[in-house]
């Protein structure tokens, strides 16, 4: 099927039950953007901030760039002007940074914390108790240019169905309690980002808000951005 195609199916299948669809277009060319985009699609992820800063300009202007790539601080200044979310945000330092260029660019960028919920120790992410620590902090009251939106998680690389989805209940599990304890009165916080193409319907089963998914749109063959 085409793109065209694979967005329609998808957003039928998604939007039906009030989950937001996010394209990754990592890797993929202009010319595949586009054509998601043509199809109705408007969100889309990237992992690497060199890529995007090169096809933000080249598209419509009402695209919503989200940032789903570990997030170097020093990278924060090319991406701040535009970005609509930054959904990789590990470390205090990092939100500091973001805050920062936010308030050069005279904007709120909306930001999800990146947990850590994967048995793998190459994936990035804050320990549940580094999240309360995080959003306890006189650190983080004092910073009024980022919006925290809710939490990203990366499932385990793993066969196992059962893992898969303790680990996203687990993320749901903790996103309810976090929304308790810190953002009762705060209906903007209202993002559970997890499952990509291959455990996003695991992922919806146990309470996912965004998907994230590449292959299941554009393919899985990767293209040259240019």
């Not at 985009?37 to 300009?57: C, H, S, T, W």
């Not at 989805?165 to 687990?170: A, L, Q």
């Amino acid at each position: 099927m085409s793109i065209a195609d694979n967005i329609k199916n998808l957003k039928k299948e998604t939007g039906q039950i009030g989950v937001t669809l996010l394209a990754v277009s990592k890797t993929k060319p202009i010319t595949d953007i586009q054509e998601a985009y043509d199809a109705g699609q408007r969100l889309f992820g990237e992992n690497i901030v060199q890529e995007l800063v090169d096809k933000q300009p080249q598209l419509p202007t009402d695209i919503e760039w989200h940032l789903i790539g570990h997030l170097q601080t020093n990278k924060v200044k090319y991406i701040a002007p535009f970005i609509s979310m930054i959904q990789s945000v590990d470390s205090i330092k990092l939100l500091q940074e973001i805050n920062k260029h936010a308030l050069k660019a005279n904007r709120v960028i909306d930001c999800l914390l990146q947990v850590y919920i994967a048995d793998e120790e190459t994936k990035f992410g804050l320990g549940f108790d580094e999240v309360i620590e995080l959003l306890r902090s006189e650190e983080f009251a004092a910073l009024k240019n980022v919006r925290i939106r809710g939490l990203m998680g990366i499932a385990t690389n793993t066969d196992s169905e059962k893992q898969i989805k303790e680990e996203y209940y687990e993320l749901k599990t903790f996103f309810e309690g976090v929304k308790l304890s810190f953002f009762r009165k705060d209906d903007a916080f209202d993002t559970v980002s997890m499952g990509m193409s291959s455990d996003y319907k695991l992922a919806i089963e146990q309470g996912s808000t965004m998907v994230r998914l590449g292959s299941t749109i554009f393919g899985g063959r990767a293209k040259k951005t240019v």
